[in-house]
């Protein structure tokens, strides 16, 4: 496994591996990897000749006072995980590298911003994260070029912004979505989990509990009420019970597949929540199909 820092060592690389017909896999990271993003890593290279993994944990998609200082970089140890699942290369380039200050740095340089979805939930929550991450994402796959990239399916709403800016911009790159990883009790595998102290992870794992359950009532309902009006009540149920339960939920709801307000009709629905434990912001959701 080879590991670089440099746009031109990875052009170089890339454009060989091109010419010798070869399928380029990728996976997006920013680092402090678990068995989630290695679930990732062996998707891709079941689907690739090549895979690719970048490290870089992305200051333009933080907002002030968020976790980019404290996000822990831990290459070594990223770097002995890759190599044991078969990642072929590891890009990690500095901050320097991607947005540099003689180009006035991140802030200042082109982004893409996808409207409308961006700017609800986990956007409205964090404004202008999700024009940083379109504008990683975007840069990555113009460095890399890959045929296929692989995203984890817990970041619902970042995988719908990358799918429309990958359609709308027309970049080359199947996007390939990996269902949610978690851990033994439930609770979806996240970098930020380590913040979590050992009695928090199991008190996180009622995030799981809920969703399940929330499923069950929509699989089954049978009340006389409407079902937007089910879905209000339950929802409204479920945030009071896990704030009794020491979260401080941000948002738990029921949306069309695409984000959208349901209309009670469809048969597709996402269940999405974002919940603090103590002050770790934790997001989980579920697909439901019935
Ligand atoms: O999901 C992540 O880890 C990040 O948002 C990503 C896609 C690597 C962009 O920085």
Redesign the pocket.
Known sequence: MQIIHTISELRDLVSAYKKKGKVIGFV???GNLHDGHLQLVKMALAQSDIVIC?I???PL?FGEGEDFEQYPRTLDADADKLDKVGCHIIFSPAVDEMYPKSMGGGRDQTQVSVPGISDILEGASRPGHFT??AT??AK?FNMVQPDKAV??EK?YQ?LQV?KRFVRELCFPVEIVSHPIVRESNGLAMS?RNGYLSTDQKQQASALYHTLENLKKKITNHSSKKTPLEYYAMIESNAIENLNSQGFVTDYLTIRKADLTMPTGQERNLVILVTAYLGNTRLLDNIKISF
């Open positions: 997006p990271t920013m970048s870089f944990v992305n998609q940083g991450v990683i994402v990555l995203f984890g970041d970042q990358i970098s």
